[in-house]
């Protein structure tokens, strides 16, 4: 007996149903994984640049210090000069004051030059920091967008469960505005993010 054409055409609308959530859960598992993925390399480059900052920090410290015991050696210097002010005659005495000035300028320069570079070097690694915080908290919008898309009850449930939808990816376009950019570069793509 041969089955009639409308049960074959349901069976094959229901197994053109199934194939299609199938996709979309083999999507959102690789979605899932390139997201931990995401998220483990940013946790992996937050605790490098993190440990990068407290390093620049103790070495700011450290220049800082150095640069007020050269402050103290000046002034011992400057204090031995105006003692030997008596012994020297005026000459020698404007020329060893002149020499010290400029050593004084030329270490001073040196150690602010080091200070300005490392501070440079801080406020580069906080706005590294910073980006990496709003690119995680975009993807963060993006996977709630596909949750509250999906209906799903909890973020990264292992359990999805969708009702067919008539036209999904005008509903897609409509609620991911990046998503609905990259599928109409790639309107041969079936996955907007591969």
Same mark, same amino acid.
């Given at each position: ?6 049960? !074959? ?6 197994? &053109? ?8 859960? #083999?999507?959102?598992? #690789?979605?899932?994984? +390139? ?15 993190? !440990? ?25 210097? $400057?204090?031995?000069?105006?003692? #030997?002010?008596?012994?020297?005659? &005026?000459?020698?005495? +404007?020329?060893? +004051?002149?020499?010290? #000035? ?7 320069? +040196? ?9 440079? !070097? =801080?406020?580069?690694? $906080?706005? =590294? ?13 993006? =996977? ?17 469960? /969708? ?6 990816? /005008? ?24």
């Amino acid at each position: 007996m041969t089955p009639s054409v409308p049960r !074959t055409r349901a069976a094959a609308a229901l197994r &053109m149903k199934q194939i299609a959530l199938d996709n979309q859960g #083999r999507m959102f598992r #690789r979605l899932r994984a +390139k997201i931990a993925t995401g998220r483990r390399e940013s946790a992996v480059t937050r605790e490098g640049l993190e !440990t990068k900052v407290s390093s620049l920090e103790k070495d700011l410290q450290i220049q800082r210090c150095d640069n007020h015991t050269l402050r103290n050696t000046v002034n011992l210097c $400057h204090n031995d000069i105006d003692h #030997r002010i008596s012994q020297l005659t &005026m000459e020698r005495m +404007k020329a060893k +004051k002149q020499q010290a #000035r400029e050593s004084h300028l030329e270490c001073h320069h +040196k150690f602010q030059a080091r200070i300005q570079e490392a501070e440079d !070097t =801080i406020q580069e690694q $906080h706005l =590294i920091i910073e980006a990496l915080v709003e690119e995680k908290a975009s993807i963060l919008q993006t =996977i709630q967008g596909l949750q509250e898309y999906n209906g799903d009850p909890a973020p990264f449930d292992d359990e999805w469960e /969708e009702e067919p939808e008539e036209d999904p990816e /005008e509903e897609w376009l409509e609620d991911i505005p990046v998503a609905r950019e990259r599928l109409l570069m790639n309107k041969k793509n079936v996955l907007p993010f591969e």
